[in-house]
Structures are given as structure tokens and as C-alpha cells.
């Protein structure tokens, strides 16, 4: 599904325009990428958990040519689903 087809759907399940269900999405959307790029977690009972992991520094090779380089540093975004999203994927 893309993003026209989720504002499409939530149009009609909310019984509004898919201009202010677009509205409504990217509100939400925006909302979330604050919250995480402020270091916050976001939890939506029922639907998952968004938060931020820090990865530590670290040692890697390069494939090509086998040489050890360093992997810096970072955050990265990650999603942990909750107990009603994974009993209506596991059906």
C-alpha cells in the first residue's frame, strides 16, 4: 500500500475528503519524525512502539579489498509492533 492508497482508506473509514485525511497523515507523520529525531520514543497502543537505537562504533571490513575500516557512531529509527498488529498479520 502506498501513501495515495492509505489516505485513500483512511478517507473512507473516516467518512472525511482525502485532502484533510492527507492533511491528517502527514500531521501524524511529521508529529512522529519530531519525536524520534528529538531522541523520543513514540507508542501507539496496539500498533507498535517507534524509538531510537544507538549503534556503537565499530570495526568492519571492506569487501573488496579485506582492509579494516571504522564504522562510526549512530542512530538509527526502529519499530517494534505490538500484540494486535502481530495477532492481525498472524491471521
Known amino acids: 500500500m502506498h501513501k495515495q ?49 544507538e549503534r556503537p562504533a565499530r570495526l568492519g571490513l571492506n569487501p573488496s579489498t579485506g582492509a579494516t575500516i571504522n564504522i562510526s557512531a549512530r542512530k538509527s529509527p526502529s519499530f517494534k509492533a505490538g500484540k494486535v498488529l502481530k495477532d492481525a498479520v498472524k491471521g
Request: proline share 0%.
Open 5 to 53: 492508497e492509505l489516505v485513500a482508506q483512511v478517507a473512507k473509514t473516516a467518512a472525511v475528503s482525502q485532502q484533510k485525511a492527507a492533511v491528517v497523515i502527514d500531521a501524524v507523520i511529521h508529529a512522529v519524525t519530531n519525536a524520534m529525531a528529538a531522541g523520543e520514543s513514540v507508542s501507539l497502543v496496539g500498533f507498535g512502539t517507534f524509538s531510537v537505537s
